[in-house]
């Protein structure tokens, strides 16, 4: 069977249109919105009672709160994350961190001094890990 020519063609074309439309949509799709950018440490989340909030700070480091408290993270030598609560373990991300720190500190209080780094105990009587009895 002989296709004729203009069929042909209308086909070539049918499909570089369709080829075409299908990758500007795919790009279009998997674009940040405009004016918005990415936070690769964001997560906003309630984990064993206890509200998670991670952003960037200044200079793009990772920033955690603990039901409103800063938590400092630490970046480790093989990319992991560790806390004040949870020296011995390199997590790795600032999210998994921070669920670590919340697990040690179990019903206990984040001390406000676990935000800060170099604080080697907390003189309201808390541990030198930032956990409040």
Do not use: K, N, Q, W
Request: proline letters at 10%.
């Amino acid at each position: 069977m002989i296709v004729p020519r203009r069929v042909a063609l209308r086909s070539l074309f049918a499909l570089a249109v369709t080829a075409f439309t299908g990758g500007a949509l795919g790009r279009i799709a998997t674009r940040p919105e405009s004016g918005v950018e990415h936070d690769p440490h964001a997560f906003d989340e309630m984990y064993r009672g206890r509200r998670l909030l991670g952003f960037s700070g200044p200079g793009g480091e990772p920033t955690a709160l603990v039901d409103g408290r800063p938590l400092h993270l630490m970046r480790c030598a093989d990319g992991g994350y560790v806390t004040p609560i949870d020296h011995y373990e390199s997590c790795p991300t600032p999210l998994a961190a921070t669920r670590a720190a919340v697990d040690e500190l179990g019903t206990a209080r984040l001390s406000p001094l676990a935000g800060a780094h170099g604080v080697p105990t907390d003189p309201t009587g808390g541990s030198p890990r930032g956990v409040h009895a």
